[in-house]
């Protein structure tokens, strides 16, 4: 059941396991447990992934609220990038005695206030998507995090180009000097996924022994709007130069090629972005967008709500409550391109 979940295998194997057991070890409280109140505040409402986990947790608790016949209350709040606004939403979380909470940092370097307030208050508290500093993780045992390994998403974006690169090296050396020219779109300045994906999406290329060259690379804060109009000042900058695109997430990925259609550059560089969202996985059955890292927020919107329903219900069988002691559950990636994008859609 719900042991070491910190691979995606081990992690779907929870969320399988926890519906068998929420039906088999919850029966005796039905009764007593009349409502459980979940608060999430996420750091931007507008983020397209974010937006669409929050979609995702909606239905999911409808559906078990049918299914479980339980009372959910459900809370869903915008700190609109700003971590005062995130710290006053989780005070009035505790001051109307929420059950648990459901944090998709602001800062990540800010969750120990949060915590710490917890604590006190003893709700428990699901981080998800932006990971905490691990010295906070430390600090109570009814914390957790739930979200992929960075580096993974950076690896796969190389691996995406690597593929390319060994099959058909003309389609991406466009200028055929053994390098490749790149761009690359940043997420925030400071924020860990982002400097891990711009790490490790190179050093991918440099640990297979290819040659890379960095025309720019700036940080557009995961917006659309903000990665075209720095594509744009690139595109006049270095026209046909530019061979492959880097970017941190789909949304400026999306951006990006907003740019390069205005442009009317005929021959497109290669593109990748992450996350899996709907009008990114349509780019690239439309060859715009070459491929991306597909992040399944459905499944992370139900082991948010597990670990939540767990957390503030104290229900499970012992397997599972011992289990609950592991801070970190990890899901994982998938690489999407032209090849296997029929069957990412039909999923």
Known sequence: M????????????????????????SLDKKDSLEEIKIGVSVYEKSD??????????????????????????????????????QNEQVDNFIDQDYDVMCINLVDRRSASFIIDKAKNSNIPVVFFNREPVEEDMNLWDRIHYIGA?????????GDIILDIYNKDKKQIDKNNDSKIQYVMLEGEAEHQDSLIRTEYSVKRLLDDGLKVEKLESDIANWNRNEACEKMEKWIKDHRDKIEVVFS?????????????????????????????????LEAIKDRSLTGTVFSDSYKQAEIIFKVAYMEA??????????ALNKKYIRNGYKAVTK?????????
């Open 248 to 280: 941190n997430n789909d949304e400026m990925a999306l951006g990006a090629i907003d740019a390069l259609k205005k442009s009317e550059i005929k021959d497109m560089p290669i593109i990748v972005g992450v996350d899996g969202i709907s009008e990114a």
């Open 48 to 85: 397209a992934f974010i937006c669409s986990i929050i979609e995702n947790l909606e239905n999911i608790i409808e559906e078990k609220e049918l299914e479980n016949k339980y009372k959910f209350t459900l809370t869903i709040d915008d700190a609109k990038k700003n971590q005062y606004n």
């Open 2 to 25: 719900f042991k070491k979940t910190i691979s995606v295998t081990l992690s779907l194997l929870f969320i399988s396991n926890f519906f068998v057991g929420c039906k088999e070890n």
């Open 149 to 157: 390994k960075a580096e993974e998403s950076g690896i796969i974006q």
């Open 313 to 322: 219900s104290l229900e499970g069988s012992k397997e599972e409550r011992e």
């Open 339 to 347: 090849e296997n994008i029929d069957s990412i859609i039909e999923y």
